[in-house]
């Protein structure tokens, strides 16, 4: 028996240190994974093995109970100990740290805030507040549809920034607006829907989560009044942007709010208003919440992504009532106790209200200079969508493409996005650029917006 | 026009204070919102208005412009004012704070490890130090499967105690072992999967789970040596506990953790392991995981719900690398960034450890008195399952039935469970109690064990 296994050095066991048993099992493990040791090959009896290392046979004996244990060696009594699996693949990648991947240098994409803004000493206060005040059960497996005091205070906070018809019991908090459609799109095809209506211009994610679901995502015509209602047709339901169209920025007419609000209580299609930056609104007040002209038809989807940072993943859906407990059993997935508990704080104590109006600022002040650098050094771009929200629409003068300036932007280590990246198949659109003003810190905001100029003469 | 309103008074409208004209707003939308006024009502003139409620005209001209904006109102020159919408059902509840359910006084229900254990504290600081070393854009849209410094952190912390085969390659960061299993079911059944075997006994919730994604959940037997290989057939995979088979708290034998996976090479058939206590094991070394046999037809799926908290809400899956591709196609939620980060920060600090040491040290202690106690006052109860882990199974001698148990223990206070809820359809099952010693705070646990005795004797 064991007749190969002479002494340690052909073992190449390195078990040296303290921890002679971990080592030794982590040794073995090793050389079976790799093949190093097959299927089949006999260890050496526990006594010669730990003459030969120089431990007490106890720990060699130990070790190999271990790996019996979990499968890589078998043993009998009279027929001694030996390898049972064959080897694997023999790759086994040492942990090497995987590489982040960095940001462009300058970004004006849209739909992303300025994350340098994003209020990390008062977060981390809140949560520590959040987290001392509350009971143990708190971190226990958490109530579905989001922790009672967020959802007390999002009511409140909704009810009075956005006029929004908000009883904590509609409320149900997911990871963000993404997290919130594709519970949705589950809903509206488990009650046999086939098609939701989306505006001929929005996020191409949108659409493609929409057609994950098994729904066809049919476009509706966007104009200067927003989306077009006589266009829903019998879709189950209608993906907008009422209080400021994403990419285009203009804001559904009244008229159309009403048409829209007629087309779900005549058709029993349900809206979803993608309220993505309703609290950012410049030149006059927000425009009030689509919802509460028809809360049992109107879902109002928000998200902490635009007004905080996406990488908290929260948002939420102010639902019909008849759809919470349905929304609720096709969720799968649910934020973290610790940030609803320090959103909660957060809203309750106004640090929310003061991050907001601190960004609304900022973001309106860069929208400006943004409207004076262009209109100074690209006079024939044409700025609109500009009354609300991170984003404007930079319309193009004939003789320029979108491919064309975002390869001569990316040459300036610049990243911009074109109206086609946004344009649903089939929407026709002249060539414009969605411009996200927001996204740069404060410190690279002068330079891409001097390269945007550059980009653009 | 307008001559139902003579004045304020009519229009019982409280515009007092500072903020008249959010205050005028607000009050219509709720007079409209509840009925009072009904759609085709006329306003009174700007004008007539303004001077009954003392304020300038201009406040109720723009107050109207804005309920017109928003779809309450409509207006035409020479035609006045007036209300669009039809009352809706005039439910419009105010937002009164949603009560929390209190947990029951004293539970030794399994599922839930001591959450007043958890490190508060600790965690904070990690929180702050991660953030604050953090690079701006880690509060962006995250890396959907999981940050970069956190799976670099698993993967070391994963091979070093469980013997994980994990290159952060192969790691995907979800939502707590629900919403990995959610995923995996999802790919199954995208792959034309139409079975999942699971343990005999084990959590409803995780049946329900599988076929409300169309998948049969097909319960295999479960005995001494763990659930048996033999009865695994066709299925498109097999949701296993093979390191503390969960309620019976027994280990899988090492030739069927063999078995297990020749049944998976030769039928590509997919091993979920649910490790979910792995980390507590009390009377030897806890047995490595069984992924390593096989990564690339094992998925290793852990979660920090027991080693720290279920509202974390954090838990990982080590797939094959063919499947991680396919797994974050399916993902539509994603845990907080900034939880991501701390985790990473507390595994790599050696916080981490330092909590799982301490909690298995007093649930180690906990056990010894489970079982010191039940022997002197309650010798006919045989316990069960506890080398391991954070629950125990206790045999009830044949005159008691776990009904009559369970409601005595109400009687108490107390909250326990019966093996019966864990039983698969068509499994046969001895009365048994699943005792879960970890959950009481220390200062309830030994209330909690008297009354057990007390309900038991």
């Known amino acids: 028996v064991a007749e190969a296994w002479a002494n340690s050095i052909d073992l190449h066991l390195d078990v040296a240190g303290t921890r002679v048993r971990n080592g030794l099992e982590s040794a073995l493990r090793e050389a079976i994974r790799t093949g190093r ?3 089949g ?8 093995l730990a003459a030969d290392l ?3 046979r106890n720990t060699v004996a130990e070790a190999y109970g271990q790996l019996v244990a979990e499968g890589w060696l078998a043993a009998r009594t009279g027929a001694g100990t030996w390898v ?9 990648p040492p942990v090497t740290p995987v590489p982040e991947t960095a940001p462009p240098r300058y970004d004006l994409r849209p739909g992303v805030p300025d994350l340098s803004a994003f209020p990390r000493r008062e977060w981390l206060a809140a949560a520590r507040a959040a987290l001392g005040a509350a009971p143990d059960h708190v971190m226990g497996y958490p109530d579905p549809r989001g922790l009672p005091q967020l959802r007390t205070a999002l009511a409140a906070y909704l009810a009075r920034t956005r006029g929004v018809s908000a009883a904590p019991g509609r409320i149900v908090v997911c990871s963000g607006f993404g997290h919130g459609l594709a519970l949705l799109c589950r809903l509206l095809r488990a009650r046999g829907g086939d098609t939701i209506a989306v505006e001929g211009y929005g996020h191409r994610s949108h659409r493609r989560l929409a057609e994950s679901h098994g729904l066809r995502a049919s476009p509706v015509r966007v104009d200067g009044g927003g989306a077009v209602p006589a266009e829903l047709g019998t879709a189950a339901a209608a993906l907008l942007t009422p209080a400021h169209q994403f990419p285009l920025g ?5 008229q159309r709010r009403r048409d829209v609000v007629t087309w779900a209580s005549d058709t029993g299609g349900l809206v ?20 509460s002209l028809a809360p049992e038809h109107v879902v109002h989807a928000g998200t902490a992504s635009k007004s905080l940072a996406p990488g908290l993943r929260l948002g939420w859906l102010v639902l019909p009532d008849r759809l919470v407990d349905e929304v609720v059993a096709v969720m799968e997935a649910f934020p973290s106790s610790l940030d609803q508990l320090t959103l909660a704080a957060f809203l309750t104590s106004g640090g929310y209200d003061r991050q907001v109006r601190h960004a609304r600022l900022s973001y309106r002040r860069r929208r400006d200079r943004l409207l004076a650098t262009l209109h100074r050094r690209a006079p024939k771009v044409r700025v609109t969508g500009i009354a609300a929200g991170l984003h404007a629409l930079l319309e193009l003068p004939g003789d320029r493409t979108e491919d064309d300036l975002i390869a001569r932007a990316a040459g300036h280590g610049l990243a911009i996005d074109g ?4 344009t649903a198949p089939g929407q026709r659109h002249a060539p414009a650029l969605v411009i996200g003003y927001a996204r740069p810190p404060d410190h690279a905001f002068t330079t891409a917006l001097a390269r945007l100029c550059t980009v653009l003469k």
Chains 1, 2 share one sequence.
């Open 37 to 39: 040791l097959h299927a």
């Open 41 to 48: 090959t006999r260890l050496p009896p526990s006594r010669a």
């Open 54 to 56: 120089g431990v007490a």
């Open 84 to 92: 049972t699996r064959d080897p694997l693949p023999a790759r086994q």
């Open 250 to 254: 203009v804001t559904l007419r009244p």
């Open 272 to 291: 979803i208003e993608d309220d993505y930056d309703g609290e950012f609104r410049y030149d006059r007040q927000p425009v009030g919440a689509m919802q």
């Open 419 to 422: 109206l086609a990246s946004y």
